[in-house]
């Protein structure tokens, strides 16, 4: 194979300011390259149609196939890739309208006065529903301090009046949830047909939105049930978040499993300070966790990956062809708009960074309106680093991913560093070919848009933690039940040594038993200990559940 011959300097050389004036002569001669014409372009400068009775998919060259669109159909109008259609029916396949969660739930929010007629409609032809104009659910705002106490420790009315009103007033909405959340499956529609400077597969997720403060109330409910002595009905409560918590995630992007995630967190510290708070016989308490221990189960986010590139190959389609804005790429912070570096005082500095801001913007826009067979070659770039980012974390064990995502995302942030500098992403494109300039332009794209992969691992690996941890407090709790001594080590609890090693680290969970109760802790993403007692709001990494002796 001959390597491909570029003139950019490596890495720890010095790029030559004699680049500017070729810069500059290449940007008065208007010259980037392309394997054809300006004709040929699906749209030219001035944002028309260049030639309206060619479909877009054929002024791009696209290739349809699984190496670059990774789906053949449904097709637009245009022959690109409908995502949004092609997402819709694979996820609501083999779900009837009365299996479905997301369907019961659109009659608990009421229509959302945000949405678009046509959006509206089109929910209601997915979901096979009429939904209200005002749903069964009345939201109210509350000072955030006071929602955090009320969802992490027994309450009474006497103290939050304001969030048991709302309580209240919401007790047939609540239980509307109730119902839903027990339906087996869950599929939320997008319009395929949706207006907007992003492609239909970046809409907005209202449903996850409005899911938040339903949430909220329910474990403030629960807690509010469990200091009036009703212990039957907070742990429906809970056991209603953790269903609810089931379904968000089986949805298809990063913000359902965030969305999950944060939901499941809430929901946890209400189960412990129910097992803390109720004294119940063995048989009861073994059914009741039954019942919880099935939901307990996290999906991995390396199961969405594969459909967030559908997302990404959507926006490498909408910006070859002009349908997405480069203003919006900018907006979102996924394309440079401005120059990295303030400029010097000298005449030279300040054209360096004009010409600096040009190539970040006028020049990557130019670069992302792929066209020749350079689009497929985007596409590709894509699927092989969604591919390994999908392996990576597939990885069964913390350590292991965090490593090989800390490779991935230093290449693609050193990649990143190296084409700032002024000049060089420009100087890559009059030199190289179009094909290898799609690459780099669709790894610099990807960089934005993984960027927070590595935190979504952090909290997908402290969510199993806390799972985990519940797992040993329910153990500890079925011992007490059963006339057993509070432990005083992981001797005393009666479970498979694999079940009480922290993800974090790969060594056996804390624990610490006192007169007054037990407490068992992961470390955390930090690996150390980091909990103050005399500031226990602060403690952001640790992951503790205390069991306290009543």
């Not at 319009?191 to 403060?213: C, K, M, Q, W």
């Not at 073994?286 to 919880?292: I, Q």
């Not at 050193?414 to 190289?432: D, V």
Request: charge should be negative.
């Amino acid at each position: 194979m001959v390597e491909e011959r570029t003139l950019l300097p490596r890495p720890g050389r010095r790029m030559l300011n004699c680049w500017w004036p070729l810069l500059a002569v290449a940007i008065v001669a208007g010259g980037f390259p392309a394997e054809a014409d300006e004709r040929s372009l699906p749209v030219d400068h001035r944002g028309k149609r260049a030639a309206e009775s060619v479909p877009a998919a054929r002024c791009i060259g696209l290739a349809i196939g699984p190496g670059t669109t990774v789906i053949d159909g449904p097709l637009t109008a245009e022959g690109l890739p409908d995502y949004a259609a092609h997402l819709n029916a694979a996820l609501s396949r083999g779900i009837s309208p009365e299996e479905n969660f997301w369907g019961a739930m659109w009659g608990v929010f009421g229509q959302d006065p945000r949405l678009p007629a046509s959006e509206l409609a089109a929910y209601e032809q997915w979901l096979k529903v009429s939904i209200p104009v005002q749903g069964a659910f009345v939201p109210a705002s509350f000072n955030p301090s006071d929602f955090r106490r009320v969802t992490q420790a027994p309450w009474t009315a006497d103290n939050f009046p304001k969030i048991a009103a709302s309580i209240e007033r919401n007790e047939e909405a609540l239980d509307l949830v109730e119902q839903a959340a027990r339906r087996p499956l869950a599929f939320a529609p997008l319009d395929s047909a949706a207006e907007g400077p992003l492609p239909p597969s970046f809409a907005r997720l209202t449903h996850l939105e409005r899911i938040v403060p339903i949430v909220r109330l329910l474990t403030a409910r629960a807690m509010l049930r469990l200091e009036g002595g009703d212990a039957d009905g907070a742990w429906r409560d809970l056991m209603t978040c953790y269903r609810i918590a089931r379904h968000v995630e089986s949805g298809w992007r990063r913000d359902d499993l965030w969305t999950a995630w944060w939901i499941r967190d809430l929901a946890a510290e209400g189960v412990v300070q129910w097992i803390a708070h109720v004294d119940q016989p063995l048989v009861e308490l073994a059914w009741r966790f039954g019942e919880l221990r099935p939901l307990l189960h996290t999906r991995s986010a390396a199961e969405v990956l594969g459909n967030e590139r559908l997302c990404f190959a959507d926006l490498i389609l909408g910006s070859a062809t002009g349908r997405v804005p480069m203003t919006t790429l900018v907006g979102l912070g996924w394309v440079d708009g401005r120059p990295r570096r303030e400029p010097d005082a000298s005449p030279f500095g300040q054209i360096k960074a004009e010409l600096s801001y040009f190539e970040n913007t006028v020049l990557t826009a130019e670069a992302l309106r792929f066209h020749g067979k350079s689009v497929n070659a985007a596409l590709d770039e894509g699927g092989r680093n969604y591919a390994e980012l999908k392996e990576a974390l597939s990885l069964r064990a913390h350590a292991e991913r965090r490593e090989r995502l800390k490779t991935l995302m230093e290449r693609l942030e050193q990649e990143s560093e190296r084409l700032a500098e002024p000049g060089a992403f420009w100087a890559e494109a009059l030199f190289s070919s179009s094909d290898n300039v799609a690459r780099l332009t669709a790894r610099r794209l990807l960089g934005r848009l993984i960027r927070n992969v590595p935190s979504l691992e952090i909290v997908q690996t402290r969510s199993e933690t806390q799972s985990r941890l519940l797992l040993v407090a329910m153990a500890i709790k079925e011992s007490l039940a059963a006339g057993g001594p509070l432990p005083a080590d992981w001797e005393s609890v009666a479970m498979e040594p694999a079940a009480r090693i922290d993800p974090f680290t790969g060594e056996p969970f804390r624990m610490q038993t006192t007169p007054r109760g037990v407490t068992i802790s992961s470390l955390g993403p930090n690996g150390k200990e980091d909990f103050d007692p005399y500031q226990p709001q602060a403690n952001i990494d640790d992951i503790r559940m205390v069991l306290w002796r009543k």
